[in-house]
């Protein structure tokens, strides 16, 4: 007699895609076509974009999508109050799924970097895992180098310290964040704290890489850098909560062990140190005053399609 064994087939996990998008016309369809041709998406996957407030056609392109392809979903918020904001009405939205996928509606994730974020997710007390942003384009100029710099040095924490949590891409358990206060000027610390009080690790998988704008302006750089400290201050004020990244000592050990110091890039150096102090001191008077960035400043250069984007979808 012939027995027939049926191979178990694991149950499919819910997984959702988060996009907040403000005045992205000329990026969000890139993103869209990477995530549904690039990504291996299984047909219960979601991607819910959060329109905040935009007076361009994002929301227009997005219901184009929406209309091919169901898992698109698209919220619209006639005013902009911020990606805090945008981002509880993702979470709301995403609630019965078990894994909710963050990215920037202007990046571009490598092939495949949504499923590597997603198996390494469920992992043994692993609440969140975040991937590797890289900055689009050769390192150009000064102003290059220090923001390749930047990102650079977020890699080497990850990899030899404390994980920083990165909105640029990564994924959390739905379950561990429900909710986050609309005063944010950064959510990541916030989320990444909240996992981290319920007993998680936040995991790094540098292989699920993530292309991404960057100013490529000084001004735009100390302004970008501004807020983020102001959101460290502001999260560290309230909860005594701090980041990897915001530690003064890790960024010098950091830079000690990986930097290499010739005359070619000490320039460089010392003009990332004098960015990082005076982005630091504006940001402790901004929070001193109550004035927390919560709604973004629009940094022109990042709303830019470069051809090295094109490239990826």
């Given at each position: ?10 149950p ?8 907040c998008?403000?005045?992205?016309e ?30 361009d ?78 900055p689009?384009g ?34 959390i358990?739905?379950?561990l964040?429900?909710?986050i ?48 400290w ?6 560290k ?39 990082e ?12 005053r ?13 709303k ?10």
């Open positions: 007699m012939l027995t027939t064994l049926k191979r178990r087939v694991a499919q996990r819910k997984v959702c895609i988060g996009v998008a403000y005045n992205e000329k990026n969000i369809g890139l993103l869209l076509k990477n995530l549904l041709a690039q990504q291996d998406l299984l047909p219960n996957c979601e991607i819910i974009v959060a329109c905040s407030g935009c007076t056609s994002t929301p227009h392109i997005v219901g184009k999508f929406q209309e091919a392809d169901q898992r698109v979903k698209v919220i619209t918020q006639i005013e902009r109050g911020g990606k805090a904001q945008a981002l509880n009405l993702i979470f709301e939205r995403a609630s019965g799924s078990e894994a909710l996928i963050l990215t920037n509606a202007d990046a571009i994730p490598d092939a495949g970097s949504i499923n590597r974020l997603v198996k390494a997710l469920y992992t043994s007390n692993v609440g969140a895992v975040t991937g590797r942003p890289i689009f050769k390192s150009v100029g000064l102003s290059g180098k220090i923001v390749k710099l930047i990102w650079d040095l977020h890699h080497m924490i990850s990899t030899c310290e404390s994980v920083k949590m990165s909105g640029e891409l990564c994924a358990r739905s379950s964040v429900n909710r206060p609309a005063n944010l000027a950064t959510d990541e610390p916030y989320i990444e704290m909240l996992i981290r009080r319920q007993g998680y690790k936040i995991g790094y998988v540098p292989d699920a890489v993530v292309y991404i704008r960057c100013p490529d302006k000084f001004i735009e750089i100390i302004k970008h850098r501004r807020r983020i102001a959101g460290h201050l502001h999260i004020k309230m909860e005594g909560f701090t980041v990897s990244t915001s530690d003064f000592r890790k960024i010098l050990s950091t830079l000690v062990k990986s930097f290499r110091f010739s005359f070619r890039n000490l320039h460089v150096l010392v003009l990332f140190t004098g960015i102090i005076l982005s630091y001191l504006l940001a402790r008077y901004d929070v001193s109550g004035k927390i960035p919560f709604v973004w400043e629009t940094l022109k250069s990042t830019t399609v470069c051809a090295e984007s094109v490239e990826k979808v």
